[in-house]
């Protein structure tokens, strides 16, 4: 239906119908007669015929001109729609000045954590020129990632006071579905609505589909075929060129979802973490659960099959998704690993966590007589409630909620002789059947072990730590161990790897755990004594004081 308040230069303007009533609709008394395509006048009807005027009791187009302000000025105000609208309907996305890059318009993705049915974009373009690629074609392209079916979109201008739609590769595309690669391009006249509040002057002479709000601008249509893909335009002037032709009022922006009462209150949930829990599963003994909803806890001593999982739910917090940080320098988007329920509420369960197996283990010898190797694991599990879909994050600040779980592993430590005294007494000589003297450590070597952690360990002598001789020689005072190995791992066996050099016996036997003193506040110590080392030395290196340099190599979980 054509509703105006005065008609200017419409010669040969025809209705396409061979009604003469119910098509057409004017406020002064002098708006001329048209025809329909039978060549009958069409006479103007009253306003008060026109439905969308009575109901609302309109009776001037002064009064229309304030009702489509307040409209226009309503879908700009996220405040006024999440007023009226429920979060659950409704999504509201506010485009920055870096959406628009220069010189290529908006390409823009959005995704829906949920099934938003409406969706409005707030564009702050001030000029024509920031929606434009190479300064010239309009290029305004949005993608809705989201499970919503056929959505109501509205793209509002608020800065923007021209645009031109007139070259023929303009675009201006909203797509929607399940993910980026399958989208469907709206076109459904019906379900989108390009809103400029503030705008003076518009022109439109290429595709669009959907209908056009400019309360304050005229607006030129340059033959554009209303309801074949622009269905409508409301503005305070209309001009139209070029045989412009109407069906009717079909595909006019009114979606019948708006009147649904399930779509409308305001919001309809409460913005709540409804827990944040950690979980610590000892590898013997019952489990344990805290609570971070509001305060970090620390979790201490965890061995080394001890286990840790979190736990998280929340509602409300519309757009939100869950971020992880275990260094709280970069945070990573979890959001595949959430569930939404029945009630749209949402929850996270993490997999297990081994704190325990997640140890730096380092090695000491500054002391000139022992390699000491200890293990340390201090971690933080950090998590972030951010208004983002970003996959990776550096700064969390605005964060709707933060939560944080420090934990600790129990201690291992683990001393080794790096080398063996051999210097000979000649009051324990022996002799082989070849004449070689048989030499023992001046002192019986020892490992000494704390292991809290409770970490399974194999300990692995690799090769010579100070050089690859086989055999001593006179000016030397190192007797080397070469290519010889033997290995100790953590239930007291030993295996021994022989070459035919044999500077060592055969056979070193670990005696058991020694007693010591312990103090109940220290960690439990054990020490293991290394007997039986034997090495073979030259009779003419009798006098000759001997040392074996040891390296070794430590792995832990075996």
Known sequence: MLVANTLQGTYGTKFATSKTTGIYAAESSTAPVLKNTNGEDVNPDSLNTVTDFSRTGISSFSQTSEQLQSVSDFYASTDQVTKVFSDKFVKIVDLTDSDMISQKGIDKTITDSGTHQFLIVNIPATSEDQLKYNGYLL????????????????????????????????????????????????????????????????????????????????????????????????????????????????????????????????????????????????????????????????????????????????????????????????????????????????????????????????????????????????????????????????????????????????DFTLAVPDKIDFSIDYSKLKTDSDGDLLATPKETPELVLSNDLEADFSLTLKSDATADQTEPKNEQTNVFLGAQRFKFISNNQAIYLANNLELFSKSVPIDGVLAVAQDPLEPKVEKYQLTGFQVKVPLTLASTAAIVGLDWQLTLGE
Not at 199 to 210: C, E, K, M, R, T
Not at 285 to 309: M, P
Not at 342 to 357: I, L, Q, R
């Open 139 to 410: 290029h305004v392209n949005i993608k809705y990632i989201t499970k919503a079916v056929n959505p109501i979109v509205i793209l509002n201008f608020p800065n923007l006071k021209t645009l031109s739609l007139e070259q023929a590769d303009d675009l201006l595309n909203v797509s929607y579905g399940a993910n980026e690669a399958n989208q469907t391009s709206i076109t459904d006249k019906s379900r989108i609505l390009m809103n400029f509040p503030n705008a003076s002057d518009l022109s439109i002479q290429q595709n669009f589909v959907g209908t056009l709000l400019a309360p304050a601008a005229t607006v030129l249509i340059k033959g554009l075929k209303l309801n074949t893909t622009f269905s409508a335009a409301y503005a305070k002037n209309i001009e139209m060129t070029n045989g412009t032709t109407s069906s009717g009022s079909d595909g006019v922006f009114n979606p019948p979802e708006f009147g649904d009462p399930n779509n409308q209150g305001g919001s309809t949930e409460t913005d709540e973490i409804t827990k944040a829990d950690v979980t610590k599963v000892p590898a013997s003994g019952s489990a344990s659960t805290k609570s971070f909803k509001d305060d970090q806890q620390t979790l201490s001593d965890f061995k080394y099959n001890d286990t840790l999982k979190f736990d998280i739910g929340w509602q409300g917090y519309a757009d939100a998704e869950l971020y992880r940080s275990t260094d709280g320098t970069t945070w990573t988007n979890i959001n595949t690993d959430i569930k939404t329920g029945d009630d749209g509420n949402k929850t996270y369960t993490s997999a297990d966590f081994s704190p325990g197996k997640d140890v730096k283990l380092t090695v000491d010898g500054s002391n000139g007589t022992q390699q000491i190797f200890k293990t340390t694991g201090n971690k933080t599990y950090s998590f972030a409630l951010v208004k983002s879909n970003q996959k990776t994050l550096t700064d969390v600040s605005d964060a709707v909620w933060q939560g944080q779980v420090a934990t600790s592993t129990a």
